[in-house]
């Protein structure tokens, strides 16, 4: 059936409309992506107030204060090491 198509209509037809389909499926999920993002940007600009900031040249000296830079990197990163010890611990039993 699709080779029927392609047959009627010519490839490069059905590679056009595959590319607006593509594009117009892009378009609809920033479209949507963006209105969530500026309808939470005001509370995002409230909650950065609360979290220390580093400058680039501090983070290059001290790498450790992605911890503390980054809300939430800390306690991703401690699960990732507890989930990697344990796995070891298993394969060791």
Same mark, same amino acid.
């Given at each position: 059936m699709?080779?029927?198509f392609l047959d009627a209509i010519g490839l490069e037809l059905f590679v056009l409309l595959l590319g607006v389909q593509f594009r117009q499926i892009l378009? =609809?999920?920033r479209?949507?992506?963006?209105?969530? !993002?500026?309808?939470l940007a005001p509370k995002i600009k409230f909650q950065r107030s609360f979290f220390f900031m580093p400058k680039f040249s501090e983070l290059i000296?001290?790498?450790?204060?992605?911890?503390?830079?980054?809300?939430? =990197?800390?306690?991703?990163?401690?699960?990732?090491? !507890?989930?990697r010890t344990n796995t070891r611990v298993q394969q060791q039993n």
């Open positions: 699709l080779a029927l378009t =609809f999920i479209f949507h992506i963006q209105s969530a !993002l500026s309808y000296r001290m790498p450790s204060m992605l911890c503390h830079a980054i809300p939430g =990197f800390g306690g991703l990163y401690s699960i990732i090491w !507890l989930i």
